[in-house]
Nanobody
Framework: QVQLAQSGGGSVQAGGSLSLSCSVS????????IGWFRQAPGKEREEVAA???????YYTDSALGRFTVSLDNAKKTVDLQMNNLKPEDTGVYYC????????????????????WGQGTQVTVSS
């Protein structure tokens, strides 16, 4: 089992930046998928970005060019840098892991991930 501990987030005005970090511990495979999900108020959780430790990243169209997911193998963390934030980016952000990764590619649905972080609030005001 994999344990995920999140940090970061907060409140910012539109156009600002925030970063999230997900610390990964436990029984991890060399092939692990880490996804970042956003749950906006009243909506389902949706994946916005993901990374696979053997290589590759995924971004939704809305995140591409504004968000960057990065992997630090030495620290065993996965960071999500979010720039040019918009009010519609508001929500609770979760990191999730599937290890070993069973996905065909990198993009996956919520139900496909095994382990989850505790969530952190991101609020973007206009």
């Amino acid at each position: 089992q994999v344990q995920l501990a999140q940090s970061g987030g907060g409140s910012v005005q539109a156009g600002g930046s925030l970063s999230l970090s997900c610390s990964v511990s436990g029984d991890t495979s060399t092939d692990t998928c880490i996804g970042w999900f956003r749950q906006a108020p009243g909506k389902e959780r949706e994946e916005v970005a993901a990374v696979r430790t053997v290589g590759g990243t995924y971004y939704t169209d809305s995140a591409l060019g504004r968000f960057t997911v990065s992997l630090d193998n030495a620290k065993k963390t996965v960071d999500l840098q979010m720039n040019n934030l918009k009010p519609e980016d508001t929500g609770v952000y979760y990191c999730a892991a599937d290890s070993p990764c069973r996905f065909t590619y990198i993009e996956a649905f919520e139900y496909e991930y095994e382990d989850w972080g505790q969530g952190t609030q991101v609020t973007v005001s206009s």
